[in-house]
């Protein structure tokens, strides 16, 4: 394994017209997707094993971990020449570090439970699934290594608190998370607009995403405007198919 990119980032990979990244579904990835699942069913069985001052001591240490995790990234990046403006926790997935750390507080989940439901636990694995660090190398570099068990953590708290039965994914959840989401898009588009950058793919479509659809559907016809409109509609569409996995595993109700 060749660790001399392992403080390379995005920018600087593309600045020095380097290929040493990965494929979506190559080998690497798919040996990262294999371990997380395995890591995840280890600790939802570990949580479920648990007893209730176990469980707020496992999700504390998530939560406060991503968050103290996210601080030691940007350190590095700075450190290894990276602007820091490119790094900031303005992705969907950033927004999940303060969701995690308010919804370990508070004794009832109303908003938190729901959005780590309908939003944040999914998105985080999409971003798994449709990797926007492909340019760097899979394994042998710091911030895809940080990547990809940074979304695992959002993606696994998910998944213990709703087998543990501590989430209710309720249809009111759909709105919540869609009016939560619209309040961070409209601020965080003002920052794509000022900074030329990409925060939650609202600004660009992603490569090599759902998104690519969206674009190639509604935005190559009405331009960003039909772009913005179709991402809406397909978060909805999302959310509601969510819903209905979710009563249909019995997960779904008042807490």
């Given amino acids: 394994m060749n660790f001399d990119h392992f403080f390379y980032y995005t920018e600087k990979v593309q600045e020095e017209g380097l290929n040493i990244g990965f494929d979506l579904y190559g080998r690497g990835h798919l040996i990262w997707l294999l371990c997380l699942a395995s890591a995840a069913i280890l600790l ?15 999700r504390k240490v998530m939560a406060w971990s991503i968050f103290i995790g996210e601080i030691i990234k940007d350190v590095v990046l700075v450190l290894a020449g990276a602007d820091l403006i490119d790094y900031l926790p303005l992705h969907l997935c950033g927004y999940a570090i303060f969701f995690m750390l308010a919804d370990v507080y508070l004794t009832k989940q109303k908003i938190t439970g729901q959005l780590m439901c309908f939003a944040l636990g999914p998105g985080a694995l999409c ?64 920052v794509d607009m000022a900074t030329d950058l990409n925060y939650m793919f609202i600004y660009k479509v992603q490569p090599n ?47």
């Avoid at 939802?44 to 496992?58: G, H, Q, S, V």
């Avoid at 331009?223 to 809406?232: I, M, S, V």
């Fill in 127 to 190: 971003a798994l699934l449709f990797c926007s660090w492909t340019s760097l190398p899979v394994a042998a570099n710091f911030l895809s290594c940080f990547s990809f068990i940074y979304h695992w953590a959002i993606v696994s708290y998910v998944i213990m608190r709703l087998t543990a039965g501590e989430y209710r994914p309720s249809y009111a959840g759909i709105w919540i998370s869609a009016l939560t989401l619209v309040s961070l898009a409209v601020p965080t588009y003002l």
């Fill in 209 to 255: 995403s759902p998104l690519v659809f969206i674009w190639n559907t509604f935005g190559t016809r009405f331009g960003q405007p039909g772009y913005l409109a179709g991402y809406a509609l397909l978060a909805l569409v999302v959310f509601h198919a969510l819903y209905l996995v979710y009563t249909v595993l019995g997960c779904t109700g008042k807490k």
């Fill in 44 to 58: 939802t069985a570990l949580y479920l094993r648990a007893n209730d001052r176990k469980r707020a001591k496992i």
